[in-house]
């Protein structure tokens, strides 16, 4: 390990042992969201990822900002994407707070939910039913008590995936749920279209792993659940937990033949650990016919993300 990548690891367990949630901030008007080409967007979502809500007002707010600054857009969205680590210790008041926001807000018709480790580490049983309960009133579907889903939007499929038990960092995720995962796959990319599946945690020895986080991968069925994904095409997978900014391991392939990759997406409530660093990051998605455009956003801010990455503004060409 590199003395940067130590040092960038022991600065980060230091925050998380202490956050701050102290600063609210304002979302500006003068950089709404604007689409590469609004008349020919087919699908359009927004996702962030760890959010870590602790019981605060401040915090609550910063998470509105969300939604505020989408609703100062013009544009339309469909969905919202929320990729584990709601709450940062898995109380019932925290959860009190994030459902109260998405509760109330007007702008985004879909909201996708699934657990991350911080939600599930103490109390899986009863927050599992409290975020899929949700789900289930959010997209009008019954999860049947799963850890996992699909649903479709303008005949795009997104499929969540997570952890069927307790966990300290990984997942466990059954051979059922694999299956499910296979069978849905199989459905949604049989037209061609791009199918986007989103779980907390990240596939081994992807985006930097293990060097950046010794336990940040999907733990042991990580190459199961990988190997299904990439017998299709236009697959993108979306994971949060890894804190990891924007920065050059934000994005990769998983198979480029297949036109299979994975999205890092920043954590929203803390500062991140590489490159781009603030937090209230998360990116936009326009989806075309033969492309997939992701922008990334200040959502907490209402500002477009600056700086020298390749990864701030980038599109995926469809096979």
């Excluded at 952890?163 to 499910?180: C, N």
Aim: proline share 2%; aromatic share 14%; hydrophobic share 35%.
């Amino acid at each position: 390990m590199s003395l940067k990548t130590f040092i960038v690891k022991w600065e980060a367990q230091l925050k998380a042992v202490n956050p701050k949630y102290d600063v609210q901030y304002e979302v500006s008007k003068d950089e709404p969201i604007t689409f590469k080409d609004s008349e020919n967007v087919r699908l359009s979502f927004a996702t962030i990822a760890d959010t870590h809500l602790v019981d605060n007002e401040i915090a609550e707010k910063n998470l509105a900002n969300v939604f505020e600054d989408i609703g100062n857009s013009k544009e339309k969205f469909d969905a919202f994407l929320m990729a584990g680590d709601i709450a940062e210790y898995g109380l019932k008041k925290e959860y009190n707070r994030f459902f109260r926001v998405t509760d109330k807000q007007k702008v985004v018709p879909n909201v996708f939910l699934t657990m991350g480790n911080h939600d599930v580490r103490f109390f899986y049983g009863k927050n599992q039913k409290i975020i899929m309960d949700k789900v289930n009133e959010y997209l009008k579907i019954n999860t049947n008590g799963k850890s996992y889903y699909s649903y479709d939007i303008n005949g795009y499929t997104f499929i969540v995936i997570g952890t069927e038990k307790r966990v300290l960092e990984k997942a466990h995720i059954t051979q059922a749920q694999i299956d499910f995962l296979d069978k849905e796959l199989k459905r949604g990319t049989k037209d061609g279209k791009p199918v986007f599946v989103m779980c907390h945690q990240a596939f081994l020895e992807t985006h930097g792993l293990p060097e950046v986080w010794k336990t940040g991968d999907m733990g042991e069925q990580s190459d199961q659940v990988r190997a299904v994904m990439e017998k299709y095409k236009n697959v993108i997978f979306i994971n949060g937990h890894l804190h990891g900014g924007i920065y050059e391991k934000t994005f990769e392939w998983l198979n480029k033949e297949n036109n299979v990759c994975s999205l890092s997406v920043p954590g929203y409530r803390k500062e991140n650990n590489f490159g781009i660093k603030p937090c209230g990051m998360g990116y936009y998605a326009e989806v075309y016919d033969n492309k997939i455009v992701f922008v990334a956003r200040n959502f907490m801010k209402g500002e477009y993300i600056k700086g020298d990455c390749e990864f701030v503004d980038f599109s995926i060409d469809l096979i």
